[in-house]
Each structure stands twice: as structure tokens, then as C-alpha cells.
Nanobody
Framework: QVQLQESGPGLVKPSQTLSLTCTVS??????????WSWIRQPPGKGLEWMGV???????YYSPSLKSRTSISRDTSKNQFSLQLSSVTPEDTAVYCC??????????????????WGQGTQVTVSS
């Protein structure tokens, strides 16, 4: 059984960088052809796909967030991470990590992930 667990600060100040890590158990993040994404849900809004790191380490980002987003991985720890720079209160959301069956599924949208983390609340406030 694959399990994903998000971790990181719950409070970030405006203009700082939000950093979250997703620890994966029960499966390797380098296994073909899975893809590993970050998705967020602001209060009162729908899911927003942020970006993905594929099993080969290639990354793809939402066009609206690309200039501020970076996804990386540590294969030795079976973790992948999100960094979102220059945050504002509009970045307040529940942030989730998720696994997709393939990169194509990840690039198609939010609903086809087969495993999800429980999500972590991040508030941007001074």
C-alpha cells in the first residue's frame, strides 16, 4: 500500500518561500511510470494542480505558477519537495501530494491521482 505524507511549516510570512516535503512509503518514486504531484485547494475554491516530477526526475509546472514553483526529489529518502517563492495570502491553502499512474495522467488534471496524502494546511500571514 502506497502512502504519502506531507510535512512542513503551517505558517509562512508574505514574500517568503513555502517549502513542503512529501515522504512516500510502500513504493519508490523512481518506479516507472508513476508521476508525483503537488496539488492545493485554497479555502472555498477548487483543486489547483501545481506541478509534477516524473519517475525520471523531469518536472512540469502549471503555467500560472511556473515562475514561482520548484519541485525536486531526494531518491535516497524517497521524498519529493515543493518550493513556492514570493508567497502572498492568496497562497493560503491545503497542500497535498499525490501519485499519478503516469505523467500523461498528471498533466491532464487533478482527478486521476490514485494515491493522495492527507494534506497539510499552510497559511500565509504576517
Amino acid at each position: 500500500q502506497v502512502q504519502l505524507q506531507e510535512s512542513g511549516p503551517g505558517l509562512v510570512k508574505p514574500s517568503q518561500t513555502l517549502s513542503l516535503t512529501c515522504t512516500v512509503s510502500g513504493g519508490s518514486i523512481t518506479t516507472s511510470y508513476y508521476a508525483w504531484s503537488w496539488i492545493r485547494q485554497p479555502p472555498g475554491k477548487g483543486l489547483e494542480w501545481m506541478g509534477v516530477i516524473a519517475c525520471d526526475g523531469s518536472t512540469y509546472y502549471s503555467p500560472s505558477l511556473k515562475s514561482r514553483t520548484s519541485i525536486s526529489r531526494d531518491t535516497s529518502k524517497n521524498q519529493f519537495s515543493l518550493q513556492l517563492s514570493s508567497v502572498t495570502p492568496e497562497d493560503t491553502a491545503v497542500y497535498c501530494c499525490a501519485r499519478y499512474p503516469s505523467l500523461a495522467y498528471a498533466l491532464a488534471g487533478t482527478e486521476d491521482a490514485d494515491y493522495w496524502g492527507q494534506g497539510t494546511q499552510v497559511t500565509v500571514s504576517s
